[in-house]
């Protein structure tokens, strides 16, 4: 009994073109007329339908033939998975033209003519009272902002520099050190705690971004928020990672 094969409805090539100097993958249907293939390619290469020259190459780049009956279907030529259909257009552009975005010319409009748009997001943001433009929910940001701060700046005075502690996160190990740094930072807002640790348990070096506010080994160091400060009379424990 004679086995005939079957032909895939679709068909995965990869499209080159003598505008771009990349390779693109695509999957398109066996039964596409090569005009219509030539619609579709405009998006891929950027060169007109009416600008374009077809040519059809093996999966080993051997050419096979030209892609010129426009009215021919895709599937009526050899091609197969892996093929490459290469695009040579003849609109005059040059190789790059379409992938140069520098020489895109950008569209500009001052904040004033912004401001007038109806139809920007920033107008409805201030119909719909949203984000920063929501002047209640504004204040209630910034009224529990103060809040949070003069809570952190209570629980700060009563830590003081030079005390043992412990530090309690959430989900952690208690780590025990030496606090060396009370106030606030340059790297967040709010009041932090800097702490050496008694071990190599930190992320710095009592630094962060170029700015020094106490002195210890690397990874020695660490912020954290006062309340998870615990003061008192901790004696320093040997963990055994100067060992490791």
Same mark, same amino acid.
């Not at 080993?60 to 426009?70: I, N, R, V």
């Not at 033209?97 to 409805?124: L, M, N, P, T, W």
């Not at 209640?136 to 003081?160: H, K, M, P």
């Given at each position: 009994?004679?086995?005939?094969?079957?032909?895939?409805?679709?068909?995965?090539?990869?499209?080159?073109?003598?505008?771009?100097?990349?390779?693109?993958?695509?999957?398109?249907?066996?039964?596409?007329?090569?005009?219509?293939?030539?619609?579709?390619?405009?998006?891929?290469?950027?060169?007109?339908?009416?600008?374009?020259?077809?040519?059809?190459?093996?999966? !080993?780049?051997?050419?096979?033939?030209?892609? =010129?009956?426009?009215? +021919?279907? /895709? *599937?009526? &030529?050899?091609?197969? !998975?892996?093929?490459?259909?290469?695009?040579? =257009?003849?609109?005059? +552009?040059? /190789? *790059?033209? &379409?992938?140069?975005?520098?020489?895109?010319?950008?569209?500009?409009?001052?904040?004033?003519?912004?401001?007038?748009?109806?139809?920007?997001?920033?107008?409805?943001?201030?119909?719909?009272?949203?984000?920063?433009?929501?002047?209640?929910?504004?204040?209630?940001?910034?009224?529990?902002?103060?809040?949070?701060?003069?809570?952190?700046?209570?629980?700060?005075?009563?830590?003081?520099?030079?005390?043992?502690?412990?530090?309690?996160?959430?989900?952690?190990?208690?780590?025990?050190?030496?606090?060396?740094?009370?106030?606030?930072?340059?790297?967040?807002?709010?009041?932090?705690?800097?702490?050496?640790?008694?071990?190599?348990?930190?992320?710095?070096?009592?630094?962060?971004?170029?700015?020094?506010?106490?002195?210890?080994?690397?990874?020695?160091?660490?912020?954290?928020?006062?309340?998870?400060?615990?003061?008192?009379?901790?004696?320093?424990?040997?963990?055994?990672?100067?060992?490791?």
């Amino acid at each position: 009994m004679e086995v005939t094969g079957v032909s895939a409805p679709t068909v995965t090539v990869f499209i080159s073109s003598t505008l771009n100097s990349f390779r693109s993958e695509k999957r398109y249907s066996r039964s596409l007329t090569i005009a219509e293939l030539k619609c579709k390619l405009e998006l891929v290469v950027g060169s007109p339908a009416s600008c374009m020259e077809l040519e059809l190459y093996g999966a !080993d780049d051997k050419f096979y033939s030209k892609l =010129d009956q426009e009215d +021919a279907l /895709l *599937g009526s &030529y050899p091609v197969d !998975d892996g093929c490459r259909i290469h695009v040579i =257009d003849h609109s005059g +552009a040059r /190789l *790059g033209e &379409y992938e140069d975005v520098s020489r895109v010319e950008k569209y500009k409009i001052s904040q004033e003519a912004y401001d007038q748009r109806q139809d920007s997001v920033r107008s409805f943001l201030k119909r719909s009272k949203l984000g920063r433009y929501n002047e209640e929910e504004r204040a209630q940001q910034e009224a529990g902002a103060a809040q949070r701060l003069a809570e952190e700046r209570t629980q700060a005075a009563a830590i003081t520099v030079g005390s043992r502690c412990e530090v309690r996160a959430s989900g952690q190990p208690c780590r025990r050190g030496t606090v060396m740094y009370v106030g606030l930072t340059d790297f967040k807002p709010g009041y932090w705690i800097g702490v050496r640790y008694d071990e190599p348990l930190g992320k710095n070096d009592g630094s962060v971004n170029g700015k020094r506010y106490f002195e210890c080994q690397a990874k020695y160091g660490a912020f954290v928020k006062p309340s998870v400060v615990v003061m008192g009379e901790f004696p320093e424990e040997d963990y055994g990672l100067d060992e490791m």
